[in-house]
């Protein structure tokens, strides 16, 4: 099955500062996403990006399909921002979604 | 509102007890998966259906059992055969290749 890497496995930050996640993908997708998972375990939409570039506020994010990884940029870090990043992706002409291990960010105010 | 809604949110089961999970959709999506989330792990996939009466195991579909009668509703058997039990449970519903929506999930106990 199509595996996904997710880098760096955890990531500390100091408020008002930028990072970028990445994820890895081994085949080709027709359906990425990114997914922000929260203290009390609910998953929060970020992206649904199979290709492309989008940004909503502080969040953006980018997927090369044909290179394989998406990126996901958090600029000016907020303690709200805490919790865990996945990214989920479903191979083409599949239906599974599998998820990634996720990158779990911490920002200290 | 429309979304998905997962109970109980808490859940204790004694050793050697089925228990059933109960995940419930209103956005009139055609398929739905279940999910097993461990302490610090990733989300991994146990059952997905994508039409009514109609579903395929994942990747640790052992001990679990479902079925799917309606469109709005894909309930999660956890049966006593499921060797270790306890972990935060997730369903989701998609309709065709887009966005994936969770419910708030069940968190399970063995006690």
């Known amino acids: 099955g199509i595996q996904v890497e997710q880098s760096p496995p955890d990531l500390i930050l100091q408020e008002g500062a930028n990072s970028t996640l990445r994820c890895n993908f081994s085949?080709?997708?027709?359906?990425l996403q990114w997914f922000h998972q929260n203290p009390w375990g609910q998953l929060i939409n970020l992206f649904y990006i199979p290709s492309g570039t989008k940004q909503n506020g502080r969040l953006s994010a980018t997927t090369v399909a044909t290179e394989r990884y998406s990126l996901l940029y958090i600029s000016s870090s907020q303690t709200t921002d805490s919790g865990v990043y996945f990214c989920?992706?479903?191979?083409?002409?599949?239906?599974?979604?599998?998820f990634g291990a996720g990158t779990r960010l911490f920002v200290k105010a | 509102d429309g979304g998905i809604t997962q109970s109980p949110k808490y859940l204790f089961r004694k050793e050697g007890q089925n228990v059933t999970l109960s995940c419930e959709q209103n956005?009139?999506?055609?398929?739905m998966y279940w999910y097993r989330q461990d302490p610090g792990q990733g989300l991994r996939l146990i059952y997905y259906?994508?039409?009514?009466?109609?579903?395929q195991k994942g990747d640790i579909a052992e001990g679990y059992s479902v079925s799917r009668e309606k469109k709005e509703s894909f309930p999660l058997t956890v049966t006593s055969a499921q060797k270790n039990p306890t972990a935060f449970y997730l369903c989701a519903s998609i309709q065709g290749n887009t966005e994936a929506f969770f419910g708030q999930g069940t968190r399970l106990t063995v006690v």
């Open positions: 085949d080709s997708v027709n359906n």
């Open positions: 259906s994508q039409i009514v009466n109609d579903f």
């Open positions: 989920a992706v479903a191979r083409t002409g599949g239906f599974k979604t599998i």
């Open positions: 956005l009139n999506h055609d398929a």
